[in-house]
């Protein structure tokens, strides 16, 4: 079994900062993948980044050149630092890890973008 522990959310002004945390501990034994991804009320879970085993990373559209995935491989740990918030980015924001057999979810950390 394997554990996501999520950290960073909460309220930020637009135009602010936020980062992201979460580190993984179980039975791992290789890891393809760390992302996030994000839930707003009435919508469905979104990609907003991935960091794959190699570096390569993948960004939403919407997030690029305001977000930055980071990964620790030595610590499994991803990272996301979120930068020139608006209130669109408003949800709550999941880790997830994608393992050779199983994908695991992290619990979630709500980041909300209001004035």
């Known amino acids: 079994q394997v554990q996501l522990v999520e950290s960073g959310g909460g309220l930020v002004q637009p135009g602010g900062s936020l980062r992201l945390s979460c580190a993984a501990s179980?039975?791992?034994?290789?890891?393809?993948?760390m992302g996030w991804y994000r839930q707003a009320p009435g919508k469905q879970r979104d990609l907003v980044a991935i960091?794959?085993?190699?570096?390569?990373?993948n960004y939403a559209d919407s997030v690029k050149g305001r977000f930055t995935i980071s990964r620790d491989n030595a610590k499994n740990a991803v990272y996301l630092q979120m930068n020139s918030l608006d209130p669109g980015d408003t949800a709550v924001y999941y880790c997830?890890?994608?393992?050779?057999?199983?994908?695991?979810w992290g619990q979630g950390t709500q980041v909300t973008v209001s004035s």
């Open positions: 997830h890890v994608r393992l050779p057999v199983a994908n695991y």
């Open positions: 179980g039975s791992i034994s290789r890891i393809y993948a």
């Open positions: 960091v794959f085993n190699g570096g390569n990373t």
